[in-house]
């Protein structure tokens, strides 16, 4: 998926208690490489929890949806009820019943 201007924008919004450079944090969302306490699937994970279901959707459209609600990404959504929410969306995005 390309990295937007807008995507990396909510990306350091996301992610201001890191102190983490612009470029590593393309990087990181890429999967090219992670840190101590950052991987691709925590930063997913961060995204679905701190930003709106439409803002997402304007960001990255249905693909970029699809491509970030992994079982790993949802799997460290430590909430239940938010955690069954993202599965129900990934199911009907992906068209599973």
Known sequence: MKITPE????LKR???DYSIDEQTLCNIFEGKTSTF???KEKLYARLLLST???KLLDT?????????LTDKAIDSIW???IREKFIYAKN?????S
């Open 79 to 81: 909430i239940k009820d």
């Open 60 to 68: 990255l459209g249905i693909n970029g949806l699809k491509e970030i």
């Open 92 to 96: 009907a995005l992906h068209g599973i």
């Open 7 to 10: 995507l990396k924008n909510e």
């Open 14 to 16: 996301i992610i201001w």
């Open 52 to 54: 709106s279901w439409y």
């Open 37 to 39: 306490s950052l991987t």
